[in-house]
T-cell receptor, first 115, second 113 residues
Framework: KAGVTQTPRYLIKTRGQQVTLSCSPI?????VSWYQQTPGQGLQFLFE???????NKGNFPGRFSGRQFSNSRSEMNVSTLELGDSALYLC??????????????FGSGTRLTVV | DQQVKQNSPSLSVQEGRISILNCDYT??????FLWYKKYPAEGPTFLIS?????DKNEDGRFTVFLNKSAKHLSLHIVPSQPGDSAVYFC????????????FGTGTRLTVIP
């Protein structure tokens, strides 16, 4: 079956702009989580969506937001981009919420560069 | 504050020898630990996990050891193969609360043929 699909793979934006990233989970998976990967910080949790509801949010400013659609696809949005937002954004899908039982499958990520 | 730490950014090992990757954590509420492997331009892939009720879990060439009193876990790869060259992330999940993972900063393993 198809894996987790993230689009676009690469993105270059200018400081102050906004950006929307997309994630299509594995068919049948209802939970989608987003992580930011930077060299110094590793992977940091942004938020988790399950059944179109945000269930959990990490320690990121309000410029970072997301949503999930009825087909479980998810988008994340970053407004007023800053240079420090340059990172690899990873989406992970899971059958349902509950990492200990169901685990994650990660997508390949979207590499965002802010100039 | 980094609750999961991987203090070695890189490790080089000869093919056939043992690779030992280390991870420390600070949060005593963590009760489930995972290792992920990441190749360039790909997302992390799950490797092995361990629950806090165990101190060892083995899967083929990969063994994870957990020392709860020291808040330390390690991943052993025996024997190491060139295809094991990747970045390895340690991750932890808390007993209560949210289901997200806390990741370390990763260790780049290079297996030299």
């Amino acid at each position: 079956k198809a894996g987790v699909t993230q689009t676009p793979r690469y993105l270059i934006k200018t400081r102050g702009q906004q950006v929307t990233l997309s994630c299509s989970p594995i068919s049948g998976h209802r939970s989608v989580s987003w992580y930011q990967q930077t060299p110094g910080q590793g992977l940091q949790f942004l938020f988790e969506y399950f059944s179109e509801t945000q269930r959990n949010k990490g320690n990121f400013p309000g410029r970072f937001s997301g949503r999930q659609f009825s087909n479980s696809r998810s988008e994340m949005n970053v407004s007023t981009l800053e240079l420090g937002d340059s990172a690899l954004y990873l989406c992970a899908s899971s059958l349902t919420t509950g990492i200990k039982v169901y685990g994650y499958t990660f997508g390949s990520g979207t590499r965002l560069t802010v100039v | 504050d980094q609750q999961v730490k991987q203090n070695s950014p890189s490790l080089s090992v000869q093919e056939g020898r043992i690779s030992i990757l280390n991870c420390d954590y600070t949060n005593s509420m963590f009760d489930y630990f995972l290792w992920y492997k990441k190749y360039p331009a790909e997302g992390p892939t799950f490797l092995i996990s361990i629950s806090s009720i165990k101190d060892k879990n083995e899967d083929g060439r990969f063994t994870v050891f957990l020392n709860k009193s020291a808040k330390h876990l390690s991943l052993h790869i025996v024997p190491s193969q060139p295809g094991d060259s990747a970045v390895y992330f340690c991750a932890a999940s808390a007993r209560t609360g949210a289901n997200n993972l806390f990741f370390g900063t990763g260790t780049r393993l290079t297996v030299i043929p």
